[in-house]
């Protein structure tokens, strides 16, 4: 299995532009997950999906559309990239229920100049 | 690898040594506690987790302390070894919302040969 898979791993943006980050997984997994990832701050959460067209907002929103149209997509859309969204995007999937165990995606690196 | 960590704790430790890694939290809600093991140009991976009716669990050369007392939880890593070397994190699942995993800020584990 290929687990989760992120894709782009490195994006240079410049400030204004638009773009979407994909995230796939094969697993079946219900819940999935977007973090960014900035020196020293730790794993923020962005947005979260229970299941197919099932989304909300994390801690940090702001800026970011996400949709789950399938189990396995879960795509990141940054509308008007800022320089402050210089970071690392993470993807994550984990099955319903109490268990703790997330797969994460490789990241994203994505630069906003 | 990406830049992430610069800001962070650093546990400097002798290869052979044990090795403990802390967090505390806040949230008297979580009734999970999770460790997360994050190589460079990686993407987080799960290590062991705590139910919160619990003080402590062990895994393989890890073992989980958690005091809610206090609000702290703890790593222990047995015999540490090279390949230990990453960020740790710590992380919360809530009862109430199951769906969500919350992430602390991380410690550096360096493992000196």
């Known amino acids: 299995n290929a687990g989760v898979t992120q894709t782009p791993k490195f994006q240079v943006l410049k400030t204004g532009q638009s773009m979407t980050l994909q995230c796939a997984q094969d697993?079946?997994?219900?819940?999935m997950s977007w973090y960014r990832q900035d020196p020293g701050m730790g794993l923020r959460l962005i947005h979260y999906?229970?299941?197919?067209?099932?989304?909300d907002q994390g801690e940090v929103p702001n800026g970011y559309n996400v949709s789950r149209s399938t189990t396995e997509d879960f795509p990141l859309r940054l509308l008007s990239a800022a320089p402050s969204q210089t970071s690392v995007y993470f993807c994550?999937?984990?099955?319903?229920?109490?268990?703790?165990?997330?797969?994460f995606g490789q990241g994203t690196r994505l630069t906003v100049v | 690898g990406e830049s992430v960590g610069l800001h962070l704790p650093t546990l400097s430790v002798q290869e052979g040594d044990n090795s403990i890694i802390n967090c505390a939290y806040s949230?008297?809600?979580?009734?999970?506690f999770i460790w997360y093991k994050q190589e460079s140009g990686k993407g987080p991976q799960f290590i062991i987790d705590?139910?919160?009716?619990?003080d402590k669990r062990q895994g393989q050369r890890v073992t989980v302390l958690l005091n809610k007392t206090v609000k702290h939880l703890s790593l222990q890593i047995a015999a540490t070894q090279p390949g230990d070397s990453a960020v740790y994190f710590c992380?919360?699942?809530?009862?109430?919302?199951?769906?969500?995993?919350?992430f602390g800020s991380g410690t550096r584990l360096l493992v000196r040969p």
């Open positions: 994550a999937s984990r099955p319903a229920g109490t268990r703790t165990e997330a797969f």
């Open positions: 697993m079946n997994h219900e819940y």
């Open positions: 999906s229970v299941g197919a067209g099932i989304t």
């Open positions: 949230n008297s809600a979580s009734d999970y």
């Open positions: 705590i139910r919160s009716n619990m």
């Open positions: 992380a919360e699942k809530t009862r109430d919302s199951s769906y969500k995993l919350i």
